[in-house]
C-alpha cells in the first residue's frame, strides 16, 4: 500500500510557491490561535503540533526540498507514534519573542520604581435628612503616604540606588534554547532587583526602600445634597500613595443611606403613606403633614377616595447631576389609605345604619337594585361578570 505524504503546504493555509516570509506569518498567525496557552482544547493542541511540524520542515531548505519531491522528511518521527511537538517547553511568549524579540536584539528594559498608586474606598453611613442637604464631615483613613524621611526614593540618606549586576540594568535576564529555528533567546524579568535594572543597597529605614508607609490620617468629605445608597463621591488624590513614592490614588466614599421611618425614595422622587378615617375620607379636611422641609397643611377634598395620591411639587430630593451640580428637585408622593374601623359601639353601628339608610345603601335598599345602578352587590356582580 503506498503511503501519502502529509500536505505541509495546506496545513499552513499557503501555496506552494509561498516565500518564507510568507510561511513565517502563516504560522505565527495558526500559533497565536492553537497554542496550548491560548486554547486548552485537546483538538486545538494537536492542530497545533502539526502546524509546528509543518514549519518545521517548510522553514529549512532541505526538508522543504524532500516536501517538493514527494516524500516526507519527518515520517520516521510520524511512525513512533505521530508528530514530535519542536517547541514543547516553550510558551506563546517565547514563541512569539522567537520570531520579532529577543532573538531580533530587542528588550523591554527596566520598569520604573515609581507607579501610581491605587484608589482606596470607604463607606460613610447617611440620614434621608442628610441626602438632602449634604454633609461635610471628617473621615480616618488608614492609606500609604509618602515616606517623609527619604522622600519616595526608599533610600537611607546620603544613598542612592545602584546598577543591578545580575542584569547589567536591563531589568530582565536572558535564557538562550536551541530550536529549529536555531538559537532561541527568551527573557526574564530579574529575580534580583525583579525587573528594576537596580537595587536598594541600603534601604530607608523608615519604608524599608517602599518609599512610602502606612498612616491613619484625618480628611474632610464633602457630600453634595442629593446622593443616594450606593452613589460614590469621588476625593482626587486621597487614595493610596504608590511604590516609590508614586502619585497617590483616588480615595472613594460610597454612601450607605439608611431607611427613613416615613418616607421611601424612589430616585429623587419620595413617596408616603397618609392614613385617615373613613368619617375624614368622606367629610374632608385639611390636616397637617410633616415633610423634609416642615410640616404643611394637605387639603383632602371631601369623598377623597382609598389609593388616591397626592403629589406636592418640589418636595422630594434634590435631583443631583453628574457634574456635582443640583437641578430642581423632585416631589413628594402622598398615597392615601382611608382607614375602615373594624370595631363600633352599639351606637355607632345605629348611626351607621342610620346613614345607610338615608343614602339607600341599607341591606333592603341594596337588594332592590338592578345591576345597572351603583349599589354595592350590583358592582359585585358586574364585577364577577367580567
Known amino acids: 500500500m503506498t503511503k501519502v505524504a502529509r500536505d505541509y503546504y495546506g496545513i499552513l493555509g499557503v501555496q506552494r510557491n509561498a516565500g518564507a516570509d510568507e510561511i513565517k506569518r502563516a504560522y505565527r498567525k495558526l500559533a497565536r490561535e492553537l497554542h496550548p496557552d491560548v486554547n486548552p482544547d485537546e483538538a486545538a493542541q494537536q492542530r497545533f503540533k502539526e502546524v509546528t511540524a509543518a514549519y518545521e520542515v517548510l522553514s529549512d531548505p532541505q526538508k522543504r526540498k524532500i516536501v517538493d519531491m514527494g516524500g516526507d522528511p519527518l515520517e520516521n518521527a510520524a511512525a513512533g507514534g505521530g508528530m514530535r511537538d519542536p ?41 434621608l435628612e442628610e441626602c438632602l442637604t449634604g454633609v461635610s464631615r471628617e473621615l480616618t483613613v488608614d492609606t500609604a503616604i509618602l515616606c517623609e524621611l527619604c522622600r519616595g526614593s526608599g533610600c537611607a540618606e546620603g544613598t542612592s540606588p545602584e546598577v543591578c549586576e545580575t542584569c547589567g540594568g536591563r531589568g530582565e535576564i536572558q535564557a538562550v534554547q536551541r530550536s529549529f529555528l536555531g538559537q532561541v533567546v527568551t527573557a526574564r524579568p530579574c529575580p534580583v532587583c525583579r525587573g528594576l535594572g537596580e537595587v536598594i543597597p541600603d534601604p530607608c529605614r523608615q519604608c524599608a526602600g517602599d518609599g512610602r508607609v502606612r498612616s491613619r490620617r484625618t480628611i474632610v468629605a464633602k457630600v453634595p445634597p442629593g446622593v443616594a445608597d450606593g452613589m460614590r463621591v469621588r476625593l482626587s488624590g486621597q487614595g493610596e500613595v504608590g511604590p516609590g513614592g508614586g502619585p497617590a490614588g483616588d480615595l472613594y466614599v460610597e454612601v450607605e443611606e439608611q431607611p427613613h421611618q416615613t418616607f421611601e425614595r424612589s430616585g429623587a422622587d419620595l413617596h408616603c403613606t397618609l392614613r385617615v378615617p373613613m368619617t375624614t375620607a368622606a367629610l374632608g379636611a385639611v ?79 341594596l337588594a332592590t337594585t338592578n345591576g345597572k345602578g351603583g349599589g354595592f352587590f350590583s358592582r359585585m356582580r358586574s364585577h364577577r361578570s367580567r
Do not use: C, N, Y
Open 87 to 127: 517547541f514543547a517547553g516553550f510558551g506563546l511568549g517565547d514563541i512569539m519573542d522567537a520570531f520579532f524579540g529577543a532573538a531580533g536584539g530587542g528588550t523591554r528594559g527596566p520598569r520604573s520604581r515609581v507607579q501610581p498608586g491605587a484608589d482606596a474606598l470607604i463607606r460613610m453611613r447617611l440620614t
Open 287 to 365: 390636616l397637617p403633614l410633616e415633610t423634609l422641609d416642615g410640616v404643611e397643611e394637605l387639603e383632602l377634598e371631601p369623598g377623597i377616595q382609598h389609593g388616591a395620591e397626592l403629589v406636592l411639587s418640589g418636595r422630594g430630593m434634590p435631583k443631583l447631576r453628574q457634574s456635582g451640580r443640583v437641578d430642581g428637585r423632585g416631589d413628594l408622593h402622598v398615597h392615601v389609605d382611608v382607614e375602615v374601623p373594624t370595631r363600633l359601639d352599639a351606637r355607632q353601628q345605629e348611626l351607621l345604619r342610620e346613614l345607610a339608610t338615608l343614602r339607600g345603601e341599607d341591606e333592603g335598599g
